[in-house]
């Protein structure tokens, strides 16, 4: 596997994620409350800044190592894999109200999930990607898979959706045969002891769950990076800083989903222009800079349209009765 990352790189990295994770666990979530929309909007600040001190960081080390233009070229590749994760993940947020609106789940409760389901994802996208880029360097054609599968999914986005009905889920209905499981919450536990029996909770059925939604969204979203970088350093670094800002994101965006109704049709369009663009890629070579550009400008015009969208509902919905 090529790849621009050394061992210290690797290292100081590695570095980077376990005082994000620690920073997140004794600050940002050490204790039980409910995550106001100010702080989540402090903290989603913090790790975007954080991702883009890397991303300087790393442009300033490529600049006096393999010139200004390599600096330039990989430092944007990093950057339009951050935003590119960073879009796609959206959808959890969606997922993960699903999940605890079932399992009713409070707020104060939601955050202790989150922490250890981000801290799972971390882990898994970690083994997937490495995975992805052994695929790639030994079979150079499954990118071409990668881009068809991206179209497949950004059009299946595009159909009426079905209402999600968890009770209907295999695996949870597995679950709930095979394990001992209390009727309530346990405050914060994942698993209570009872005459001398362990039970499993409701909040760690809720845990499997935002766990295997990740993994179900990582099929999506790393091969979607492999087009914009197949270097394993950057594809990795990207993806994770995203991740890590999930949690905070979440909170931030939970109060105000509703208002993104046309979001589904931008990612939908995101994810076709990346899988038409590996498809493409032996004929034609899209520059990363126009990538970013495309990916953020679909961003910009979905977000701008849904908020004028709900605006204009909002205002038919409270206009007088015909």
Same mark, same amino acid.
């Given at each position: 596997?090529?790849?621009?990352?050394?061992?210290?790189?690797?290292?100081?990295? @590695?570095?980077?994620?376990?005082?994000?994770?620690?920073?997140?666990?004794?600050?940002?979530?050490?204790?039980?409350?409910?995550?106001?929309?100010?702080?989540?909007?402090?903290?989603?600040?913090?790790?975007?800044?954080?991702?883009?001190?890397?991303?300087?960081?790393?442009?300033?080390?490529?600049?006096?190592?393999?010139?200004?233009?390599?600096?330039?070229?990989?430092?944007?590749?990093?950057?339009?894999?951050?935003?590119?994760?960073?879009?796609?993940?959206?959808?959890?947020?969606?997922?993960?109200?699903?999940?605890?609106?079932?399992?009713?789940?409070?707020?104060?409760?939601?955050?202790?999930?989150?922490?250890?389901?981000?801290?799972?994802?971390?882990?898994?996208?970690?083994?997937?990607?490495?995975?992805?880029?052994?695929?790639?360097?030994?079979?150079?054609?499954?990118?071409?898979?990668?881009? @068809?599968?991206?179209?497949?999914?950004?059009?299946?986005?595009?159909?009426?959706?079905?209402?999600?009905?968890?009770?209907?889920?295999?695996?949870?209905?597995?679950?709930?045969?095979?394990?001992?499981?209390?009727?309530?919450?346990?405050?914060?536990?994942?698993?209570?002891?009872?005459?001398?029996?362990?039970?499993?909770?409701?909040?760690?059925?809720?845990?499997?769950?935002?766990?295997?939604?990740?993994?179900?969204?990582?099929?999506?979203?790393?091969?979607?990076?492999?087009?914009?970088?197949?270097?394993?350093?950057?594809?990795?670094?990207?993806?994770?800083?995203?991740?890590?800002?999930?949690?905070?994101?979440?909170?931030?965006?939970?109060?105000?989903?509703?208002?993104?109704?046309?979001?589904?049709?931008?990612?939908?369009?995101?994810?076709?222009?990346?899988?038409?663009?590996?498809?493409?890629?032996?004929?034609?070579?899209?520059?990363?800079?126009?990538?970013?550009?495309?990916?953020?400008?679909?961003?910009?015009?979905?977000?701008?349209?849904?908020?004028?969208?709900?605006?204009?509902?909002?205002?038919?919905?409270?206009?007088?009765? @015909?």
């Amino acid at each position: 596997m090529v790849t621009i990352g050394q061992g210290w790189m690797w290292g100081v990295f @590695a570095l980077i994620v376990i005082a994000m994770l620690a920073v997140d666990l004794w600050l940002g979530g050490g204790r039980r409350h409910k995550v106001s929309v100010k702080e989540a909007g402090l903290w989603s600040l913090a790790w975007v800044t954080v991702a883009l001190l890397f991303c300087a960081g790393l442009w300033w080390y490529l600049d006096g190592s393999v010139g200004r233009e390599l600096a330039n070229e990989y430092s944007l590749q990093f950057l339009a894999g951050y935003l590119l994760e960073k879009s796609l993940a959206v959808d959890n947020v969606f997922v993960w109200m699903l999940i605890f609106g079932f399992f009713a789940v409070p707020v104060e409760l939601q955050r202790r999930v989150l922490l250890y389901g981000i801290l799972g994802a971390v882990i898994l996208r970690t083994i997937m990607i490495f995975a992805g880029s052994w695929l790639i360097s030994q079979f150079g054609w499954v990118l071409y898979l990668f881009g @068809a599968f991206l179209i497949v999914v950004g059009i299946k986005m595009l159909l009426p959706e079905k209402d999600t009905d968890l009770n209907d889920s295999r695996l949870l209905n597995w679950l709930r045969r095979h394990l001992r499981l209390t009727d309530t919450l346990e405050g914060e536990r994942f698993l209570v002891m009872r005459d001398g029996i362990r039970y499993a909770t409701p909040l760690l059925l809720a845990l499997i769950l935002v766990e295997l939604s990740d993994v179900v969204f990582a099929l999506d979203s790393i091969p979607a990076v492999f087009a914009v970088t197949t270097d394993p350093f950057l594809v990795l670094t990207s993806n994770l800083f995203a991740i890590l800002g999930l949690r905070a994101m979440y909170f931030l965006l939970a109060g105000v989903a509703d208002r993104f109704v046309l979001l589904k049709y931008g990612l939908a369009a995101i994810m076709v222009f990346i899988g038409g663009k590996m498809l493409a890629m032996h004929w034609f070579h899209v520059p990363v800079l126009i990538s970013l550009s495309v990916i953020a400008s679909i961003l910009v015009i979905t977000l701008l349209g849904s908020l004028w969208f709900s605006r204009r509902q909002q205002a038919r919905a409270g206009g007088p009765s @015909a």
